[in-house]
Every structure is written in structure tokens, then in C-alpha cells.
């Protein structure tokens, strides 16, 4: 709240301001040039920069509420400096040893700033620096003799920042099926598909998860380095003195425990993409296919007909009509075999049946034929249990020992 404070009521002007996007243009030309001359701009730079840059076109800048006939007099570089100094998104210093004025961004108008660059710029990488920071700060949290707790502390901070980072990227992909709605033409369907969803999220967002330099890269090696660690009790009470802290073990464990647990949520939204992608690709197939039949085929004709429905004030009249004159019911979806059939009673299953055969009885070959089959079988199974109980000793004797077979 510190910052908070500071912030002058004239400062929020700037976003009730007719010219607000010259504003924010002069202050990210301004502050690109601060950090360049490190962090030092007097104020016949700042006036040059920004005569420099809005001297490539055109530039029409209202007349503000509280502006005086003369200030709308200057030149547009020095009348948008001026406003922003009164506005207090810069700040007057003056330099009594050079007789110079400097001007500075102000700590609360530079987290503005920051945010406007996020907004304007692009941001494709941001994920790559956290998953890398993180890596960083376990591998020398592990193996650095200086390390201490507090490096434990930084990577939980960039794995909740990058979490929070694929949870807007998940977030950004909802427009894009907003847009195509919107759209009326295969033509611009198509360059919507290419130059929008391609380049915004595949190429620039997408791609980390994709490539071979991703998170996954990094993953396997953090997971067992926290395994790892969990194993080594004095190594954490090491690491707990070094940062001079009064900490417990246990929240040196829980510290582990968080950035594991911010990991399995990473690779849930990760999923999440994955499946929001597919999805995306085929609602985009659905749409194009249904502009492609300029809405001619039946899907297209049941819509201008809902279409027309939702415009009635009162549809029950509409609807009635329609049910009295057309089946709205698919083939695919309604036939005569998803109906409800009654069962069938057992009677009807009973008339199925072939009576059964009577038993035929044997003459007298065959019985005789099956009791020499059975003598044959009991023989042979008598003399190989004799085999196993002699221990496979004396083949040679019982074989000649072997009874003569019987003959009926």
C-alpha cells in the first residue's frame, strides 16, 4: 500500500484521457530510452526522443480539460511531456551541480508501465525464463556449498508464477472461439486459423510445450532433485542455518512439497491445453465446413430456422407450426432401433428348441470294441505308475516282465 499512497489523483486522468494511447506510446518510447542511458534522461532527450518518434506520422492530440490556451501552443513532443510531468507519470529532479533537469519514472508509474509493455509487447518466452529459473535454483540450491533456504524460497515463486502464466495462456484461448463465430467467410475463417491462432499460440505460447527445450526437459531431472532432497534431513538443516532465519524442518519439507505439487498442477494445464488445442482444431473444421455448404445442407437450414425462433417475441406459435409440418428428428439419431422394444416371453424362446435325441444303443462289436479300448488304457496307466514307484530302475526287467495283453 506504500506505493499506493504515493499516487497523485491526477495520475488516473491518463485513463480517462481522450488521448491515452499517445500517452502510453510517449511513455514506453521514454522508458525504452531510460533503461538504455541507464536509467538517466534529461529532459531535452526526453523532448528529442519523442519528437523523433511521433514525427514518422501524424499525430492529433485533444485539447485536455485542465490545459491552458498556451500549452496547447507548444510542439507535440514538449505538450505530451508536459502533461505527463503534471500528471505525475514522470518526475522533475533537478540537478544543482550540472544546472541540469532531469526526468525519472517514479516507482509506482514504472509497475504501470511494466504492465502496458506486457499488454502491448509479446510474451511468448515468459514461460521458458520461469521453468530455466527454476531449474536454476534447485540445481545450486543441490550443489552449491553457499546455497541456502532461500533459494528453495525462489523456486516456488517462479513455479506458482509459471503456473499462473499457462493458466492465462488456457484463458487467451477462449477469444478465439468467440472470433470464429464471427467470422462469414471460409476466406477469413482460413486467415484467422493461420495468421491468428498459428502465430499468437502455436509459434509463440504453444511451442514450449511442443519443442524439445520445454518443460519436460527440465521436469524429470527438478522431480528427482526434490526426491532427493526429501532423503537428505541434515542437508536442509544445513541450508536452514546458512539463511539465518529461525526455520523448522518440517516447513523446509513443505517448501519441497509445494513446488512438487506446483509441478502436477503444470502438467495438469499442460493436459488442459492439449485438450482445449484439439478442440479449437476441430471446431474450426466444423465451421469451415458449414461456411464451405453456405449454410445450404440440412445443419444449416435447422440453424436459420432456430435463428429465425430466437427473433420471435413470442416462438410457441412458430414452433407448433414447424412440429406440425416437419420432423426435426436425424435418421442417425432416431430410428427403429433405438426405440424401446418389449421382450420377448420365454415361450417364444421355448418354441425355438430341437427336441432332444434318444440315447441309440450299442450292438455287440461295439461294446466289445470299447472294453478293449478301456483294458488298453487301464494297462498302460498300471505299468507307468509302476515306473515312478520303482524310482526308474529295472526298465529293462519289467519290459520284460510286461504282461501279455489279453485277447477277448
Not at 71 to 77: F, G, K, R, S, Y
Not at 291 to 299: C, Q, R, Y
Request: aromatic share 10%; hydrophobic share 35%.
Amino acid at each position: 500500500m506504500k506505493l499506493l499512497n504515493e499516487i497523485s489523483s491526477s495520475f488516473w486522468g491518463l485513463f480517462r484521457s481522450p488521448n491515452r494511447e499517445i500517452y502510453i506510446e510517449a511513455l514506453l518510447k521514454i522508458n525504452e530510452e531510460y533503461q538504455y542511458s541507464n536509467y538517466f534522461l534529461s529532459r531535452e532527450m526526453c523532448i528529442q526522443v519523442l519528437g523523433d518518434y511521433f514525427s514518422r506520422r501524424q499525430v492529433e492530440i485533444e485539447r485536455e480539460q485542465e490545459e491552458a490556451e498556451a500549452d496547447t501552443l507548444e510542439p507535440p513532443a514538449t505538450r505530451i511531456l508536459n502533461w505527463l510531468i503534471r500528471t505525475r507519470w514522470l518526475r522533475r529532479q533537478e540537478d544543482f551541480v550540472n544546472l541540469s533537469v532531469n526526468i525519472v519514472i517514479p516507482d509506482y508509474a514504472a509497475v504501470f508501465i511494466g504492465a502496458f509493455e506486457r499488454l502491448i509487447g509479446e510474451e511468448g518466452d515468459e514461460a521458458d525464463i520461469y521453468i530455466q529459473n527454476i531449474y536454476a535454483n534447485l540445481f545450486s540450491y543441490r550443489n552449491d556449498p553457499r546455497a541456502s533456504i532461500a533459494l528453495l524460497n525462489t523456486a516456488l515463486v517462479n513455479t506458482r508464477r509459471l503456473n499462473k502464466t499457462l493458466q492465462d495462456m488456457l484463458h487467451n484461448m477462449d477469444k478465439f472461439f468467440t472470433i470464429l463465430l464471427d467470422l462469414k467467410f471460409y476466406g477469413e475463417l482460413l486467415r484467422e486459423r493461420l495468421d491468428g491462432y498459428v502465430e499468437e499460440i502455436v509459434k509463440k505460447k504453444y511451442h514450449i510445450l511442443k519443442t524439445s527445450d520445454n518443460f519436460y526437459l527440465y521436469k524429470a531431472d527438478i522431480k528427482q532433485w526434490l526426491k532427493l532432497l526429501r532423503e537428505e534431513p541434515e542437508y536442509l538443516e544445513l541450508t536452514i542455518r546458512r539463511g539465518g532465519k529461525k526455520l523448522e524442518l518440517s516447513e523446509a519439507v513443505r517448501l519441497l512439497d509445494d513446488i512438487e505439487r506446483g509441478f502436477d498442477d503444470i502438467e495438469r494445464r499442460i493436459a488442459n491445453m492439449d485438450r482445449e488445442h484439439t478442440r479449437y482444431v476441430r471446431v474450426t473444421v466444423s465451421r469451415l465446413y458449414y461456411l464451405l455448404n453456405k449454410e445450404e445442407d440440412t445443419k444449416g437450414l435447422i440453424l436459420q430456422l432456430l435463428n429465425r425462433m430466437s427473433r420471435e417475441e413470442d416462438p410457441e406459435p412458430l414452433i407448433r407450426k414447424t412440429a406440425a409440418r416437419m420432423n426435426l428428428s436425424r435418421r442417425e439419431l432416431l430410428s427403429d432401433k433405438s426405440l424401446y422394444r418389449k421382450r420377448k416371453p420365454r415361450e417364444a424362446f421355448r418354441e425355438k428348441l430341437q427336441p432332444e435325441e434318444a440315447p441309440k444303443e450299442l450292438s455287440r462289436e461295439e461294446l466289445l470294441s470299447l472294453n478293449r479300448v478301456s483294458a488298453k488304457i487301464h494297462q498302460r496307466r498300471d505299468y507307468r505308475l509302476h515306473q515312478r514307484a520303482d524310482g526308474g530302475q529295472g526298465c529293462g526287467d519289467h519290459r520284460r516282465q510286461r504282461p501279455k495283453r489279453r485277447r477277448f
